[in-house]
């Protein structure tokens, strides 16, 4: 079998490519592992010592130095160790962004950890985490549940079972204020097109002046007559279709007006109520 090459894309950790060229020279990947180790260290170091900023630099220049092999060819227990180091290397960098709260760096950095590594439990737990913190819940969630089918990683089965059931909590509740939301936002947009259709009845029965939006309301809120689609249309000579626009518009204008007052006397109500000394 061919030598391999250690390249940024491609399938599984995203360095292994296979080389049908076998008289290549192989690249000695060891020196390029050795350094980026010990840029790791010194990126852990500075970590120890909340220098998250520097620590991030450090471990970028650890990434750079393994990029050097990008495209050469190489035995593949070196590209192996190349794709495991980089996963820390962007997993540690991930860290760091969710200590200085800087959450969409965070998920990018923990991405491309699993880029290289995708069985890195850290950054599925890091990324969980970020993705939590934007309200990201189905990512934050399908993130803990892929970290418990790899075993849990940083957090015990309990931990992180309990993680689970409060992402699916939160998840479920931001879907309800989504529908509730849409549901409201549903109901504004047919009061816009209940007044749209009012407006187009009123110019095309040339009832500008208010008169019959105020007769059609006296005779809904005196009860005396039985106010109907064919009554309205009788009175104002409409088609049918054009006075219950018309009417439905004035009855929602006088529901909104008795909601309204019902509102003002329970407010006047309660401030008239007496104080209870604490």
Known sequence: RGPLS?????????ALRLRADVAM??????????RATELKNEGNEAVKAKKYNDAVKVYERGVAVLDQADGQPMLRAEVEQMCALKGVLYSNIAQCCLSM???????????????HDDKNAKAH???????????????????ALALARLGGGPQSKEELSKRV???????EAQERAKAEESEEDEADLSLVRMKERFDEVVEKYDLKDGEAAGELADWLTSGEWLVNTKRVAQRWKMEEEDAEAFLKWISKGLEFKMENAAAAAQAQMSQASPQMEM
Not at 165 to 171: G, T, V, Y
Request: contains cysteine.
């Open 6 to 14: 250690c390249h940024r894309r491609g399938p599984s950790c995203g």
């Open 25 to 34: 020279d192989v690249v000695d990947g060891l020196p390029l592992i050795a």
């Open 101 to 115: 709260e800087l959450w969409r760096r965070a998920v990018d950095a923990a991405s491309s950890a699993l880029h």
């Open 125 to 143: 737990h890091r990324r969980s985490t970020a993705h939590e913190k934007l309200r990201n819940y189905q990512a934050a969630l399908d993130d």
């Open 165 to 171: 059931a409060a992402l699916r909590e939160k998840l």
